[in-house]
């Protein structure tokens, strides 16, 4: 079965609907995505286990990630960067590559982030790690990070170098997120910080519904935290005691 059909937004959502079943979908779904992890690593898989990976410090207020940031020039959607590990004074922008995905689009995509975001990285399995490797070798880009998904754990292969930023782009993107922002004077430091402030404050975690979430579905408690009131507590609602 495809990863649209497994791990989409509605696929989900049917999963934990009817309170009487959602134990038992749940416990189902738990052993459908050891799986996938084993042999199947879709996008899903890796940005659930990131997310799990850093579950602590988003539940203590350390860290934040965004999850398909749009990425503007001008007023075009150019890329749409897969994560963003984000504090208010740093970030590390992510590009995933699941194992169904090929390296040939990021020689569009890694010098767009390395425009607007000082620490770019890419996040492969171990099973595709030689590949990247050797494509961010030829294209010279000797300045992007790489996270490897192993089967035990999320290691870092190789630190990312500092980027030197666009102004001109950064400004684009900040005033696609706050239109009538007064930022035109700002040197280069204060537009970078500015723009990592604006997207740390952009949204709250909820906490609440993402500790009540088993493992396998952080990801999905994390980019659902805008859920309607009273959606999020029937979801609740099917963890309670």
């Known amino acids: 079965m495809s990863e649209k059909k497994i791990f989409c937004t509605s696929a989900l959502n049917e999963l934990l609907r009817d309170k ?7 416990t189902k779904f738990e052993k459908t995505y050891k799986n996938y992890f084993d042999y199947h690593k879709y996008e899903y898989i890796f940005k659930n286990e990131f997310t799990n990976l850093y579950i602590n410090q988003i539940l203590n207020d350390e860290v934040k990630l965004l999850y398909e940031l749009e990425i503007y020039e001008n007023d075009t959607l150019i890329n749409i960067l897969d994560l963003l590990l984000i504090t208010d004074s740093s970030a590390l922008a992510v590009e ?26 890419i996040f492969v399995s171990e099973e595709k790690l030689d590949i990247y490797k050797e494509y961010l070798e030829h294209m010279e880009m000797n300045n992007i990070g790489i996270i ?15 980027n030197n930023l666009d102004q001109v782009l950064l ?8 239109p009538h922002l007064p930022i035109d004077e700002l040197d280069m430091d204060r537009l970078y910080k500015t723009w990592l402030n604006n997207l740390y404050y952009a949204f709250n975690v909820d906490k609440k519904f993402l500790t009540k979430m088993p493992r396998s579905l952080k990801f999905y408690a994390y980019s659902h935290g805008f859920m309607k009131p009273l959606k999020k507590a029937r979801f609740l609602r099917l963890f309670s005691s």
Do not use: C, G, M
Request: glycine residues 0%.
């Open 96 to 121: 995933i590559k699941s194992d169904y995905d090929s390296p040939q689009r990021l020689t569009r995509q890694l010098p767009t982030y390395s425009r607007l975001f000082q620490y770019v990285s």
């Open 20 to 26: 009487t079943s959602a134990s038992e979908n749940i």
């Open 148 to 162: 490897v998904l192993t089967p035990t754990s999320i290691r870092t292969e190789r630190n990312p170098l500092s």
């Open 171 to 178: 400004t684009h993107n900040i005033k696609k997120l706050k």
